[in-house]
């Protein structure tokens, strides 16, 4: 049971350039979501999707791109990378009914030069 | 606007000792809390969910309570052991239906020292 998967762990890239994390879950949740989590920062929510097809923004979409074309598949695009996006991605799953706990993968280490 | 704090921001303490972390939330309309576990280089773990209805939830040696009308949660770690270090966070979701208002706190960094 993987749970929730994230390719790249870690990342360099220089400023410009673009790029895709991704992420994957295998419990047929509704409900995902992309975070960065910055020191004195705390996570705060970029993108989340609610169902095959439906994105919206967070608290800090600037910059990213998401798309959800299957329910298992949730990649975050970084149009142009700057090196305020220097950060540490987080990719969250849950079931959408019922307040459920959130399910975290191990988080992609992005450096940009 | 919602705003979650967490004191203290780092504890160290002798292994064996009952300890308990707080969670505060300006906002007492909120949905459900969470504690979370981060293990360095790791994601969150979740360790216990109230729902706003509760007052309190419990797995093994944590025990977690949600006084939402002052706005305050506490995770309460009994007989503590080197194993439980690690950062812990709190989360409040707003909404039911608005799931983009699940907001962290800053985390309280755990040392439990042999």
């Known amino acids: 049971n993987a749970g929730v998967t994230q390719t790249p762990k870690f990342q360099v890239l220089k400023t410009g350039q673009s790029m895709t994390l991704q992420c994957a879950q295998d419990?047929?949740?509704?409900?995902m979501s992309w975070y960065r989590q910055d020191p004195g920062m705390g996570l705060r929510l970029i993108h989340y999707?609610?169902?095959?097809?439906?994105?919206d923004q967070g608290e800090v979409p600037n910059g990213y791109n998401v798309s959800r074309s299957t329910t298992e598949d949730f990649p975050l695009r970084l149009l142009s990378a700057a090196p305020s996006q220097t950060s540490v991605y987080f990719c969250?799953?849950?079931?959408?009914?019922?307040?459920?706990?959130?399910?975290f993968g191990d988080g992609t280490r992005l450096s940009i030069l | 606007k919602q705003e979650v704090t967490q004191i203290p921001a780092a504890l160290s303490v002798p292994e064996g000792e009952n300890l308990v972390l707080n969670c505060s939330f300006t906002?007492?309309?909120?949905?459900?809390l969470q504690w979370f576990r981060q293990d360095p280089g790791k994601g969150l773990t979740s360790l216990l969910l109230?729902?706003?209805?509760?007052r309190e939830q419990t797995s093994g040696r944590l025990n977690a309570s949600l006084d939402k009308s002052s706005g305050r949660s506490t995770l309460y770690i009994a007989a503590s052991q080197p194993g439980d270090s690690a950062t812990y966070l709190c989360?409040?979701?707003?909404?039911?239906?608005?799931?983009?208002?699940?907001?962290f706190g800053p985390g309280t960094s755990l040392s439990v020292i042999p």
């Open positions: 419990m047929n949740h509704e409900y």
């Open positions: 906002d007492s309309a909120i949905y459900n």
């Open positions: 989360a409040v979701s707003a909404m039911k239906t608005s799931y983009d208002k699940v907001i």
């Open positions: 109230i729902q706003s209805s509760q």
């Open positions: 999707s609610v169902g095959a097809g439906i994105t």
């Open positions: 969250a799953s849950s079931y959408l009914t019922g307040g459920q706990p959130q399910h």
